[in-house]
């Protein structure tokens, strides 16, 4: 019985060996692929300063507000482990914008077409007294406002309509870079986890060993 036990704790071992290995061999890909990915962004952000000028591609040209495009989301599997991925938010289109500022401003009375008579002295005066009233009996109700609408921009229009390509390269360098740090804080989990098992199946190991040599012992004693 122990003899069998030992045979199965192996062999669950050594899967979970191999499987920390190869999460091994896949994070160090991934890391890799990174690093070369950040050398090549900051090196196309170099060849954009040089062929538009250090004052035109710099913080000085960032908005005054900026919203993030991306989102970083973080879920626990049913196995234990901890899930990142990235989403990109939708951006809103400038037409849409224009309907919903359109929409706020078309809210309240709307006087358009309409004409005033001119009414006698003493019809304005109980009209203005009866306004009064009404309006002291009535709660405040504050104005609508115009809500500006600032629609999610492309970061690259923030330094011009025509950019280099090499800003644009940039660009596609550190977007792939997000989706990637999702991806290798992702696997960086799995192996914590992995080693975590692989660990505890060796004191198993170490543990059923120990029985199985005292049990030896003992036959060998009798």
């Not at 050594?14 to 090549?40: G, P, V, Y």
């Not at 609408?149 to 229009?157: G, H, R, T, V």
């Not at 390509?165 to 977007?175: D, E, G, N, V, Y």
Request: net charge negative.
């Amino acid at each position: 019985m122990g003899v069998s036990q030992l045979e199965e704790s192996s062999l669950l071992l050594d899967e979970k060996l191999l499987r920390f290995m190869d999460q091994l061999e896949l994070l160090e890909e991934k890391r890799a692929a990174l690093n070369s990915l950040i050398e090549q962004g900051w090196f196309s952000i170099s060849k954009a300063r040089y062929s538009m000028g250090n004052k035109h591609v710099s913080a000085l040209q960032y908005a005054s507000e900026i919203e993030p495009l991306v989102c970083v989301h973080a879920r626990t599997l049913d196995s234990g482990e901890v899930d990142f991925c990235s989403e990109r938010v939708k951006q809103k289109c400038s037409n849409e914008a224009e309907k919903d500022a359109k929409s706020i401003e078309d809210i309240g009375p709307q006087e358009e077409g309409v004409r005033r008579r001119i009414k006698p002295k003493k019809d304005t005066t109980k009209k203005e007294a009866s306004e009064e009233a009404s309006s002291d009996k009535a709660p405040k109700v504050t104005p609508v406002r115009k809500i500006e609408q600032n629609p999610q921009q492309d970061p690259l229009k923030w330094f011009g309509i025509l950019v280099p390509q090499s800003l644009k390269q940039a660009q596609s360098s550190f977007r792939q870079v997000i989706e990637l740090s999702a991806e290798i804080a992702t696997l960086q989990t799995a192996v914590l986890n992995t080693r975590q098992e692989l660990q505890h199946s060796m004191k198993n190991k170490h543990s059923l060993q120990e029985e199985a040599l005292a049990a030896q012992l003992d036959q060998v004693a009798d």
